[in-house]
């Protein structure tokens, strides 16, 4: 079945540093990709739709500026989270639209970041 | 905006016992999914839904879409320890992006 690799499974960076957080589709191409976070507890909360090949599409209240997104390619989108801070520290998750409906979204395995 | 409500918000149940989580939308569901997850780890995709009266079974855990299209539930028959975790419903909206209930926490004790 369709995989969507996430990495790091963890991070923990300190406190003004910016850290990388890469979502691949391994065997089927995706050109649209969500991510999404989720605090302690609580459900998956939408922060932005990375289309290849053009400007990620953020949803309201969160700062394009601070959670920069790439999809430079059908199979791979970054999630950086610049100059973090400790209120940034979550459970990231990506996922992929695939062709068939019948499979849902396929989601990534997650990135738990602490910022300390 | 679509949104879901899950019900209960979590469940302890014993092994062996059934139980039903249930997903209410505001609107019509054009593709309801259910998904589980143990926090911190990634969701797994259960199943799909997208025809009023649709029903489908996996292993020991089937869900319903009613008529309407507004409600979904989930139904796990002899729960096991195996079966723990956070249950989410998922809706894709008219945006095109997906939609996600509170989740439900479901323990079993053996």
């Known amino acids: 079945g369709a995989v969507v690799s996430q990495h790091p499974s963890r991070v923990i960076c300190k406190s003004g540093t910016s850290v990388k957080i890469e979502c691949r589709s391994l065997?089927?191409?995706?050109?649209?990709m969500f991510w999404y976070r989720q605090f302690p507890k609580q459900s998956l909360m939408l922060m932005a739709t990375?289309?290849?090949?053009?400007?990620?599409?953020?949803e309201q209240g969160v700062e394009k500026d601070k959670f920069l997104i790439n999809h430079a390619s059908l199979t791979l989108s970054t999630l950086t989270v610049t100059s973090a801070h400790p209120e940034d520290s979550s459970f990231y998750i990506c996922?992929?639209?695939?062709?068939?409906?019948?499979?849902?979204?396929?989601f990534g395995s997650g990135t738990r970041l602490t910022v300390v | 905006s679509q949104e879901l409500e899950q019900s209960p918000q979590s469940l302890i149940v014993q092994e062996g016992k059934n139980l039903t989580i249930n997903c209410t939308s505001s609107?019509?569901?054009?593709?309801l999914y259910w998904y589980k997850q143990k926090y911190g780890e990634g969701l797994i995709f259960l199943m799909m839904?997208?025809?009023?009266?649709e029903e489908k079974s996996h292993e020991k855990i089937t869900a319903k879409l009613d008529e309407k299209k507004q409600q979904s539930s989930l139904h796990i028959t002899a729960s096991q320890p195996s079966h723990a975790g956070i249950y989410l419903c998922?809706?894709?909206?008219?945006?095109?992006?997906?939609?996600f209930g509170d989740g439900t926490t479901l323990t079993v004790k053996p």
């Open positions: 839904l997208q025809k009023g009266g």
């Open positions: 996922s992929a639209s695939r062709l068939k409906a019948s499979y849902g979204y396929t």
């Open positions: 609107k019509t569901l054009y593709g």
């Open positions: 998922g809706a894709d909206t008219n945006a095109g992006k997906s939609t």
């Open positions: 990375s289309n290849e090949g053009s400007k990620a599409t953020y």
């Open positions: 065997d089927f191409q995706a050109t649209t």
